[in-house]
Structure formats: structure tokens, C-alpha cells
């Protein structure tokens, strides 16, 4: 809006505050806040927070409303094009106009509060399902919930008051929701494949917080939305541009590192296993996306004005369906290779050191039935587990174990033969409670 005092205005056509404003709408200030976003014509004195306004501009504001939602334009047109009635009638049709679009646009604007209402509701409603879903590790639900939630939110952003506050809110939900269901969708299979997950299933930060290495630059797209203000780009402030480069530079291949040496991935290639390549390239397409969302945040910043937020949006979600897609692809594999290939992957041996693991074993479970699920009472009667408690070498898999505040547990997998199709070693996974596994004593005795 134009920030400069016009010389015809009067000082009685003249709204000085939003107090001023909203009480000529007769409505809340608020209200006339938002409606400042369907171009209300409010102007600002630059460098301050003073508006003010023009009553024959929202005048001719609220008649424009009132043909655009009650098809006045032609109407209004005819009765403007008759010279007959003379200057008096045309002033008097203009008054009446002036009324009606004022009540019109008051009628449109309780219908869209109305409708927005709802839809809030329906986001709460929504946000609370996902939460709920999440907090008893219903991951298919929370996926679903999760984009239900998105999509009301999409629709009712724009009725809510842009403030960091709220952008800040907003990306908070929207990176926590990315970062779940891009680690979340191959949890079922873990849950699956380990014995006794059901009873100690995975902690509730784990998806939230591993999926992150997999939309580090969206992340980082998130944050500047929140930050950069009134729509100024890098053009206004080259700090800004550096700690989008050098913040981008470092989520990028902070991730990939982290991805290479904490997940083991590189013994998988000294190891010269078949699947290493399969992984390898996941990895390396998930870095791509991220690179390009890197280069295209970049351009949409950099600039005097930051415009067109739709279509970036829209592909930043672009981008997130093709790394979701394949990090639960990525997330199979590793699945196989904890079955397959435990021993490369995490290399460290450990031993049982109780001479009387099999009495303490059932005793504990005897005492602490609500830590052990069916599935691991049963160990207690099978020779071969029993038998690889006294002889075999256990391999620890550190799965969630940074992320669990109650019923600690940790996973523990030893060799049970092998595969009769492929040859290749099987493993039996298995969670134990923390104070099971202190019981058993399991020692580390060669890496």
C-alpha cells in the first residue's frame, strides 16, 4: 500500500488506528485485520506499526466486495448509465449502494468466520487424532491423520494472524509430521521382526527425531519462512544469505555423514555385500532431492521481495513425496540387513556371563510379566535360544535406546542358522528390558 498522506483526503475521510477502522466496519479489530489480507485498503507509515485509512476507500472497497459476492456489478452499472434520473438520484443510488455493500460484506464476512470456525475445528480435531495415534504407535494412523491435518491447515492458514508466532507453530507441525512419516512407515516391519517389540515398542521420539536426517534442507526452508519478515528476501540482508548457505552446506553433508558412519553403512561397503549398492543409492537420490530443494530455496529467497509461495510450496512437496518414498525403501533394507547381516553392521561381540542365565531368566520373568510380552516368555522354553545363551556370541543393535525416558530396552540378536534359499545367516532379534539384560550380564568381549 501506498505509505504516503494524500492531499485530497480530509481529515474527517481520515481513520487514524485499527481501532478507528474496525469500529467503521463495525466489527472487531481483529476482524478487520484479516480482512486487511483480502485488500482492505489499510496503509502503513514505514518504520512503525501506525496504520491508517481512507472511509471513501473502504467505502468504494466494501461496494467492490458486495459485486463481487452478490452480483452487483451489472446492476449497478445500469443504474449508473442513466442520465435521466439526474445527479440528485445517482448521489442517492450511490448512498444506497454504499449501505448495501457494507451489509453484504458484513453477511460474506460472519459466512467465512463461519466456515473458518469449522475448519479450525476440524485441524484441532484432526492434530489431536495424530497425537493420540503417535502416543500408542499406530503408525499407519498417524500417517493418515497426520495428512488430514495438513490439508485443513492448508486451509485455514490463511484466516490466521501472520505473526512468527504462528509461522513458528506451523513449521514446528509440519517438520515434526515430515520427520515422522518419512522413519515411520517401516517401523511396523521392525516391530514385526524383533521379538518382544510388541510389549516394549519403539520410543515415541525415535521417528520423530531419526526422520530428520532424511529433510535436513526442508528443515532449513522452514526456518527462513519463519524468520524473514514482511516478505524481504537475501536482497535486504547478506547475513541472511550466509546462514542460508552456510547452515544448507552443513545440514547437507552433516546428514550424509552421519548417515555413512553412525548407521554402519560404511562396513557395509568393506564388507563388499550385494546390498550396499541398493542402499548407496537411496542414500545418494535422498541427498539429490535435498541438494536440488537447497538450489531452489536459494533462488526463491534471493530476491527484493519474496513472491509466489503457492508454487514454491508445491514444490517443496514435491520434493518431500520423493524422499518419503524412498527413504521407506532405505528403511527396508536396513531392516534386512539387521536380519541378514547384524555382524557387519555392528561388529561389537558380547557374551552372556551368568553361569545361571537360564534359572535367573525364568525367574525374572516370572516377576515382571507386564515387561515381557508372550513372545519372549516363550524363550524360556526354547532349547535353541537357551542353548545360544550358554555358547553364542550376541550382537547389540543400539536402536532407540537415546530416545527412551521409560521401560528402557535394548536389542540384542544372535546367529540361528541359515537361509536354505539364499545361505545367507538369519538372526533372532530379540528386545530385552534394561534389567533383564543386566541380570544375564551381557559383556562385551571382542569388537
Known sequence: M????????????????????????KCSVRKAQRLERRELPVNRIEGTKSVWASKSEIDR??????????GLQTQFATITASDSAGSGCAEAVTVEQTDEGRLAARISGIAELFSRGWLRLLFGISVGLTVGAAMVSAYGLTIVFFGIAAVFLMLTYRSLRNTSYTRGMVAFFMIAGM??????????????????????????????????????????????LVVLRNNRGFAHSWRSRAAYLFFGAFFLFGTAGVALTASGAYRLVQASLSIRWTLLAGESFIFGVNLGLFVLGYRFFNTTSIKNYHQFLKSCGTGYLLIALTAAIVGRHWNEINQHHLDTRMPHAYRVQNTDAEKDLRDWLERHSTEAGPDLVSLRSNLEFLHALRTQEFYRHDFDEAFQVSRRAVIFGYKAGRDSLDKRPIFVLIRFPAALAAVLRFELVRN
Open 2 to 25: 501506498d505509505t504516503r498522506l494524500r492531499v485530497d483526503c480530509s481529515n474527517d475521510d481520515l481513520l487514524v488506528s485499527w481501532k478507528d477502522i474496525a469500529a467503521y466496519l
Open 61 to 70: 472497497w466494501l461496494i467492490s466486495q458486495a459485486e463481487k459476492t452478490k
Open 179 to 224: 520427520s515422522y512419516c518419512a522413519s515411520a512407515t517401516t517401523l511396523p516391519d521392525v516391530v514385526g521382526s524383533v521379538v518382544n517389540m510388541t510389549a516394549l515398542k519403539p520410543a515415541l521420539a525415535y521417528p520423530l527425531v531419526t526422520g530428520l536426517r532424511f529433510i535436513p534442507i526442508l528443515v532449513l526452508i522452514s526456518i527462513f
